[in-house]
């Protein structure tokens, strides 16, 4: 299995992403752009080594990767389909910039991904002072083609199976790292080759921290748990949250949390849609929390997009200002957090389409 290919899933376009980066240079004013962002170098060659900086020209696009590469980095530019296109050139430094830059005046950086001493010794090596750009790369990997949604899709595919898997054991006696270990060894054995990030299981009073550690502590009979996990698959990944009470959701409190928050999300999911402001989305899930009386206890934003990185654009927030565009995924996932008490949150990772959007992460939600 490469980059490139998956068998019995459509293969990534990224022989066609270097055109269309390059489509954005007058904009913002570079007439070449050297990529530091490895994810954002793995999305334009396929390459996924840990070192290595993309130079992208009108004319070029090179490779510039320590010898450890020397092999794997034009294997894997040669099964993404990009061999035509980008060069490899083995140092272990930036040097090779300076004649690569030889005709080019405006050479733009990743404001986001460039160390300062990077830019420094950039900024000797250029004629010209390098220029800051601020999410170039990351504006084309919003949406995605249908090799990254199959690979996305995959990936949900894969943590809903796991906690089909270990849901029996998610009763009082079992401790949150026991769950947290039991979900990421079900992903793995399910065929993920990483989980996308530390993985939430928060129970009773922590449930009310939204980014908990799994800690020691046994679950007991009427704790709220959250569990916030996802899968890595081929590179790309999942963002799913589940939420419930040990013992069965009963009528009191929990119960009411547990439903409150799902009719936020589903207010927010109603909205998801190609066209539809971002600030929407997250207005409806507030909104909804305000009539329960939990708007206060909705201390983060709804949504990011998801893909190669875990947290990618758009955000969705009361502050983004974008729209939803058909391609991209993005999560939903309100929350209320009450301190001393317990949490909830609700999160699925969704598609958007042009009339609405498709579940990827698809397990039950019973509140
Ligand atoms: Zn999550
Ligand atoms: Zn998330």
């Known amino acids: 299995m490469t980059n490139g290919t998956v068998d019995g899933l459509p293969p990534l376009a990224v022989a066609d992403r270097l055109d269309a980066l390059r489509a954005l240079f007058d904009d ?19 390459f996924t080594g840990s070192a290595g900086n993309l130079w992208v020209d009108d004319r070029q696009a090179v490779l ?4 450890r590469y020397s092999e794997q980095a034009p294997t894997q530019i040669a099964d993404a389909g990009t061999a035509v296109d980008v060069e490899v050139f083995a140092s272990s430094d930036q040097s090779p910039v300076t004649a690569l830059a030889d005709g080019s005046t405006r050479i733009g950086l990743e404001a986001r991904s460039v160390t300062w001493s990077e830019q420094q010794r950039l900024a000797k090596l250029l004629d010209d002072d390098p220029v800051a750009t601020d999410g170039l790369v990351e504006a084309l990997r919003e949406v995605k083609d249908d090799g990254e949604v199959a690979r996305i899709t995959t990936a949900a595919a894969i ?25 990421d060894h079900a992903m793995r ?3 993920a080759s990483d989980r996308a990030f530390e993985t939430i299981v928060a129970a009773g009073p922590n449930s009310a921290l939204p980014h908990a550690r799994p800690g020691s502590r046994p679950l007991a009979d009427g704790d709220l748990v959250v569990c916030d996990f996802g899968a890595v698959f081929d590179g790309y990944r999942s963002d799913m949250t589940r939420s419930f009470r040990v013992g069965g959701s009963g009528s009191g409190r929990e119960a009411d949390l547990l439903s409150a928050v799902l009719d ?12 539809v402001p971002l600030a929407e989305v997250d207005a409806a899930c507030r909104t909804s929390l ?20 875990i947290h990618e654009a758009p955000a969705v927030s009361a502050t983004a200002t974008g ?12 929350g209320a957090y009450l301190g001393g008490f317990g949490g909830v949150r609700w999160e699925d990772t969704v598609l958007v389409t042009t009339d609405g959007h ?10």
């Open 323 to 334: 729209t939803l565009r058909a391609g991209q995924v993005v999560t939903v996932e309100p």
């Open 159 to 183: 943590a809903d199976r796991a906690l089909a898997e270990v849901q029996p054991t998610m009763v009082a006696g079992t401790t949150e790292a026991d769950l947290a270990l039991a979900l």
């Open 290 to 309: 305000d009539a329960a009386g939990l708007g206060e206890a909705f201390i983060h934003g709804t949504g990011h997009g998801v893909g190669l990185d």
């Open 189 to 191: 054995t399910g065929g």
């Open 264 to 275: 936020a999300q589903e207010a927010g999911l109603a909205l998801v849609a190609d066209g």
């Open 64 to 67: 510039i990767t320590d010898g």
């Open 28 to 46: 913002a004013g570079v007439d070449a752009l050297l990529v530091t962002g490895t994810t954002n170098v793995r999305y334009l060659t396929g």
């Open 358 to 367: 498709r579940a990827l992460t698809r397990s039950p939600k019973d509140p």
